[in-house]
């Protein structure tokens, strides 16, 4: 019984771990210009082996692991993870976990596979969608798919019962700031949450440039105008977004400012790459490798021990500290470590 006792796990900022993002896939078929631009990530980009990310087996025996370490939340990203063969499988072993696990995708596929998800033990699931109109949104994704596949992946993730649905997007200036109305029309008065995020200095391949960031100020301004919206509470610990909703009560927005309002003091995420690195940080520049410590035959008991030392002694405050003034971008790239 001693074995299986969840262990409560403080950073030295008395922040908790919950959160655990899984990547299972470096690999998307978008190639969005603030995640993987395509100049980058094109046909001769040497992308993961199989062999070299971690297995099912790898996944949800560090699953269980995190979970005795206090995680209560696991969300499954990539790339996009749908591209990883069998994922409902990988589904139904984490479902039979005691946490909450959800999913972040681009929505693409995710008309096809959204009931045998749900079936399988998806509880929610989270798109990105930046644009409604296809000229903006085909080429912001970089290889023209078209809005209408992503509003049926959340038509029928909604149906399979993921809800609530999510629909994220990353706003730039200069690109698609003039989209931010027409999505929260689109959205406001269903079951879906809009969520907009300030374009991150995540990786080196981006661009990133304070310039391009639209603050968040700025956006609830923008929607306020037309729409009004009044903020609420935030639901839990840790939760990235500000929360609003409109005051004719037809649903609520999220706003997720890591620039221009960094939340660090209240993180409480892990991030494991598809090919088994631990990182504590979105912003991390180097990771831990637990494949090795896996297929080296590393018990669980030491695997427990080495991940409680990683977090107690976590110090991570990147966005905070960051200096706008600069150019920003360092670290992994977003694709690979799921955002």
Not at 111 to 125: E, F, I, N, P, T
Not at 227 to 255: K, M, N, Q, S, T
Not at 293 to 310: F, K, Q, Y
Request: proline share 4%.
């Amino acid at each position: 019984m001693g074995a299986r006792m969840t262990i409560a796990l403080h950073d030295p900022l008395d922040r908790p771990l919950r959160d655990l993002r899984i990547s299972v896939t470096d690999r998307c078929n978008l190639r969005c210009a603030y995640c993987m631009p395509k100049q980058i990530f094109g046909r001769g980009y040497k992308f993961l082996d199989r062999g070299e990310m971690l297995t099912f087996e790898e996944i949800e025996r560090l699953a269980r692991l995190f979970v005795r370490l206090g995680v209560r939340k696991i969300r499954l990203t990539g790339g996009e993870p749908l591209l990883r063969t069998d994922l409902p499988e990988l589904v139904g072993r984490l479902g039979a976990l005691p946490l909450d696990l959800a999913m972040t995708s681009n929505g693409l596929l995710l008309a096809k596979h959204a009931k045998k998800l749900a079936s399988a033990g998806l509880g929610r699931v989270t798109v990105s969608l930046d644009a409604l109109d296809d000229a903006t949104f085909s080429l912001n994704n970089g290889v023209g798919a078209r809005a209408q596949a992503i509003l049926d992946g959340i038509d029928a993730a909604a149906a399979a019962g993921l809800t609530p649905v999510k629909i994220n997007m990353v706003v730039r200036r200069g690109i698609n700031e003039h989209c931010v109305l027409p999505m929260a029309r689109r959205f406001r008065g269903t079951p879906h949450v809009f969520r907009l995020i300030e374009f991150m200095d995540v990786g080196r391949t981006n661009g990133w440039r304070f310039a391009d960031v639209v603050p968040a100020r700025e956006l609830v301004e923008m929607i306020d105008r037309e729409l009004p919206l009044e903020p609420i509470a935030p639901a839990y610990r840790g939760e990235v977004a500000r929360r609003w909703r409109y005051r004719d009560g037809r649903g609520e927005i999220g706003v997720i400012a890591s620039v221009t309002e960094p939340f660090c003091g209240d993180c409480t995420r892990v991030r494991l790459s598809s090919n088994g690195k631990l990182y504590t940080c979105l912003f991390a520049s180097t990771g831990t490798d637990l494949k090795r410590w896996l297929r080296d035959g590393v018990s669980d008991a030491t695997i427990v021990a080495h991940l409680r030392g990683l977090w107690s002694r976590r110090a991570d405050r990147y966005s905070e500290k960051r200096a706008i003034s600069t150019g920003g971008g360092q670290g992994i790239e977003m694709s690979y470590i799921g955002g």
